[in-house]
């Protein structure tokens, strides 16, 4: 494959029709709304400035972010704030298992901000959470998109012990850009963490942005790389810049290259591939819970 010879974006570049998400609405997402809100959650969705919510939402499906909003690493790509969290909220799993009952999901995607202040960096409540909503919710799918922990193997055991359906953790970028875009985070140690997932047994997922200056070789090398542990699911989509204050645009990924390269991960060894400008770690999460884990419990619930 060709590299592609990269210069910057301006912030205010117009996008390309295929990014035009559709303006949320309907009464499932508005339902899915209120409950969110009222129950004090917080939501990658909302946080990160996803262009899937309303579709999503809509769709009975979310991603609930815990331990907080605030994240103690500094991402160059993420617009989640950082800084020094306040607290630590312990009645936090039994909201977001109520709520996910409320909501009546039949798939869940829960993630977290990093909280490397903690000792075990929130792998407890982390546990905790996965426990209680499948006490409260046994029939919906719960995947999980978790930190590195510093790694910190005894706190991925702490989270794999609670058995989560899915077990995801995104790698974001090519080897040559980690320092920039995961400046706290290390190429190898993630994974190492998708590694020791898929040797404990679990369908294990991960995740890259394109368009952030990585080169076609090194897209290539790096899913190499993850698909060499057997993972099974891989996540492809457009960054897009947050502000000013994060990493520049180099370049718009057309359909028709996200499509090369679904064609591309399935053929070195992922059992699903979902590969767009406007992916992201849950998009259709759903659907990828049905195809692979026995016995899902994220068929529609009456």
């Known amino acids: 494959m060709e590299n592609v010879v990269n210069e910057t974006l301006p912030l205010n570049a117009r996008k390309p029709a295929w990014l035009r998400a559709k303006i949320p609405g309907g009464a499932v997402y508005q339902e899915t709304t209120s409950i969110v809100h009222e129950h004090k959650l917080h939501t990658v969705c909302e946080s990160a400035q996803c262009p ?16 907080g909003n605030i ?28 709520a996910i009952k409320l909501m009546n ?39 999980v998109l978790i930190p590195d922990f510093k790694g910190r193997w005894q706190d991925l055991e702490t989270v794999l012990d609670a058995k989560p359906d899915i077990l995801g953790h995104n790698v974001e970028t090519v080897p040559r850009l980690h320092k920039e875009v995961r400046p706290q985070a ?40 993850i698909a060499a542990d057997k993972l099974d699911i891989l996540t492809l989509g457009q960054y897009l810049r947050p502000s000013a204050q994060h990493l520049p645009l180099y370049r718009w990924v057309t359909p028709e290259e996200f499509a090369r390269w679904k064609l591309f991960g ?32 994220s068929a529609p619930v009456a």
Not at 72 to 94: I, K, M, N, W, Y
Not at 127 to 139: M, Y
Not at 190 to 211: C, D, I
Not at 217 to 222: F, K, R, S
């Open 266 to 297: 399935l053929d070195i060894g992922f059992r699903v591939v979902e590969s767009g400008p406007l992916v992201r770690s849950s998009y259709h999460a759903d659907e990828q819970s049905d195809a692979l884990v026995p016995g899902s419990r």
């Open 105 to 143: 999901l039949r798939h869940v995607v829960i993630t977290s901000v990093a909280r490397d202040e903690l000792l075990d960096g929130g792998a407890g409540i982390w546990a905790d959470t996965i426990r209680t909503v499948r006490a409260v919710n046994p029939r919906t799918a719960i995947e």
């Open 186 to 225: 290390k190429y190898e140690r993630s994974l190492e963490m998708l590694r020791r997932a898929k040797a404990a047994g679990f369908v294990t997922k991960s995740g890259l942005m394109l368009g952030i200056g990585e080169e076609q070789d090194e897209i290539a090398a790096t899913l190499r790389d």
């Open 71 to 98: 994240c103690t690493r500094s991402c160059g790509f993420c617009a989640v704030q950082t800084g020094r969290p306040t607290e630590l909220d312990r009645d936090e799993p039994h909201r977001v298992a109520e």
């Open 52 to 67: 899937n919510l309303g579709e999503c939402w809509s769709r009975r499906t979310a991603t609930i972010m815990i331990l």
